[in-house]
């Protein structure tokens, strides 16, 4: 920000939104084998849970001053 100082154009930073999502998966499961010879059985079942969050953050920069941020700076020439 101190490069921009003195400009004539200047730019005022908005808001800064961050999003974030989190996936939280719960399992359980059991298995049951029987053996009575010569047969085999066998069973199985899992229960799982899915759940999701989203955490959104807005942030609004700020200078030293406590004041809305602004942005503002040369370019030596243009880019082709």
């Known amino acids: 920000m101190r490069e921009g100082q003195g400009e004539p154009l200047k730019f005022r930073v908005g808001p800064v939104e961050l999003e974030f999502t989190v ?3 719960k399992e359980a499961g059991a298995q049951i084998k029987v053996f009575v010879l010569p047969w085999t059985g066998e069973a199985r079942g899992t ?3 899915d759940r999701t ?3 959104k953050l807005t ?3 700020v200078d030293a001053d406590d ?3 602004k942005i ?3 370019v030596g020439e243009l880019p082709e």
């Open 72 to 74: 503002s700076g040369t």
């Open 53 to 55: 969050h989203r955490v």
């Open 59 to 61: 942030l609004q920069p």
């Open 23 to 25: 996936a939280v998966r």
């Open 47 to 49: 229960l799982s849970t």
């Open 67 to 69: 004041e809305d941020a």
